[in-house]
């Protein structure tokens, strides 16, 4: 029975032979995946894998969640609606969420 520890996904499990003609399992940490746009599913530039939770994202509205031009169509449309040019039916589904988190504010 492995560790609790290495029970979770977190780690990766590799079989090996050992030099006398066992199998064993070695765990090793996963790493983490570059993050997406949550629209458009683009990797997100300006965000590295080192460092602390700061590093990794981007100071402005919706970073680290959604690449620039993503962004930028948001806050197009969250302004439209707004106004009353457009209506939330007109909006993909992925766009509304982050369209009447925009709104809200």
Known sequence: MPKPMHRSTSFKRMSRVTPTGRNVVHYR????SMPHCAICRKELSGISMKGGKSR???SRLFGGTL???CTADVIKMGS????GDMKLDDISIKQRTFVLQLVAH
Do not use: F, L, V
Not at 29 to 32: E, I, V, Y
Not at 80 to 83: D, L, P, T, V, Y
């Open 29 to 32: 940490r996963a790493k983490g």
């Open 56 to 58: 990794k994202t981007t």
């Open 67 to 69: 690449c620039a031009k």
């Open 80 to 83: 439209r609606i707004e106004q």
